[in-house]
């Protein structure tokens, strides 16, 4: 699959022009406005757009909302407080980026050759999936061995050494038709992806590590 990705680049005040610059032009921007405060712009993701991957980005820091600045140089840029503990992730970002000279990298990504996903990864079932999976005539799937209850939530259970239940040694999902949301929606190239890809196969961007 080609992918088109925004490449990350840090910029610190006062080269918040240049920052802006390049979010306009599809990347993304780490702004440090000291050394204990940073903000992550990106393009304002389009609402009905569940694979947008400055959306994706912010997830991938562990925030589910994110601002929209309405005035100054960032006018109409999504904006997100980068929590302190996250700036190690942003700053291994940039330095991935660092190689790239263009704001978007395109790159090509086999899912099949990868299935890190689907690996050491928690999927929550939603009634939606529920539901399919009854109409698909396997509501099995939502009950154990293959769903369990954790935290108040029902979530697939992983195999002993962490892989999904569902996932073959072939990289194929062997419930690809009734697959939950949250895996059907899940973007290749987002920043989850690359993460998974880097800490499941060693692979950083699609180069070994």
Known sequence: MIVVRPVVRSFRSPHLARAAAWVRRGGHAVVWLSPRKA???FPRPKEDDDHDLGWWSVL???RLEYGVETRGTFRGMGVL???????AI???RVTRD???AAPRR?????????????RDNRVELEDVDVERFARGGHPELARPPYARRDDGAVVLVLRRDKRCKHLGDDNKCGIYALRPDSCSKFPVGSECCLSSREEELGLVDGATA
């Open 98 to 100: 660092s190689i790239y």
């Open 39 to 41: 903000r992550l712009i």
């Open 81 to 87: 407080r980068i929590p302190h503990d996250c700036y």
């Open 90 to 92: 942003v700053r291994d």
């Open 106 to 118: 395109t790159l090509e990504l086999d899912c099949l050759a990868c299935g890190a996903c689907c």
């Open 60 to 62: 991938d820091l562990g």
